[in-house]
């Protein structure tokens, strides 16, 4: 079955310290990949994407991704994090067939403290 | 200004009362979503349209059902809700469903209680 996993449910961190969150997904094909962020309160936004073409993705408030794909993985990374980042991420991947389903995994809450 | 718009943000509603969630969109897209999401887990896709064409996914219990009467609005309705299916209910929209056009905005969620 079509699964993703993200490696870390809670993440603690300090300001300025760097982040990189797990992602893994069980599929061989052709896949869409993305990161969705979700601010206290508010709706899921998407923070990055990737279709094809440059593996390393760069996405809002300077977070980037890079897809490796013998590794069926997507890691989110960002140099050093803010407070303003607390937040719960979550890895979605559209597997490609049927009309593409995007599955997601079960999210990790971030808390970045002062 | 908000594209995917969920009312209401809280549903409080009683067990075996029917109960419907709203969603609208102002992106003008082909498709809406609907998923479940359980606390500490995942969103659970329950079911989408494309434009009229309904597609429920197969572990998706018959006490779930969904109505688009137009491209804007997408409504889905729990017709005995029981407490097992208190959870945020979130809808989705992309403009289409190949892989090239499928990027999902989402609203903010109806978050509904069962008393």
């Known amino acids: 079955a079509q699964s993703v996993s993200q490696h870390n449910h809670h993440v603690i961190l300090s300001e300025a310290a760097s982040l990189e969150l797990g992602c893994n997904y069980s599929?061989?094909?052709?896949?869409?990949l993305f990161w969705y962020v979700q601010y206290p309160g508010q709706h899921l936004q998407l923070l990055l994407k990737?279709?094809?073409?440059?593996?390393l993705v760069k996405g809002i408030k300077g977070f980037e991704a890079e897809f490796i794909k013998s590794k069926f993985s997507f890691n989110l990374r960002k140099p050093s994090v803010q407070w303003s980042d607390t937040a719960e991420y979550f890895c979605?991947?559209?597997?490609?067939?049927?009309?593409?389903?995007?599955?997601f995994g079960a999210g990790t809450r971030l808390a970045v403290h002062p | 200004d908000a594209m995917v718009i969920q009312n209401p943000r809280y549903q409080v509603t009683q067990f075996g009362k029917p109960v419907t969630l709203s969603c609208s969109q102002t992106?003008?897209?082909?498709?809406m979503y609907w998923y479940q999401q359980k606390s500490s887990q995942a969103p659970k896709l329950l079911f989408h349209?494309?434009?009229?064409?309904?597609?429920n996914e197969a572990d998706t219990p018959d006490n779930f059902q969904s109505r688009r009467p137009n491209t804007s609005f997408c409504f889905l309705d729990i017709r005995s809700p029981g407490l097992g299916d208190a959870a945020m209910y979130l809808c989705?929209?992309?403009?289409?469903?190949?892989?090239?056009?499928?990027?999902?905005?989402f609203g903010a969620g109806t978050r509904l209680s069962v008393l």
């Open positions: 989705a929209t992309s403009e289409a469903r190949g892989l090239a056009k499928n990027i999902q905005y």
């Open positions: 979605a991947v559209m597997f490609s067939g049927g009309y593409n389903k995007l599955i």
């Open positions: 599929y061989g094909g052709t896949v869409n």
């Open positions: 349209y494309y434009d009229k064409d309904f597609n």
């Open positions: 990737y279709f094809s073409g440059d593996p």
């Open positions: 992106l003008n897209h082909n498709v």
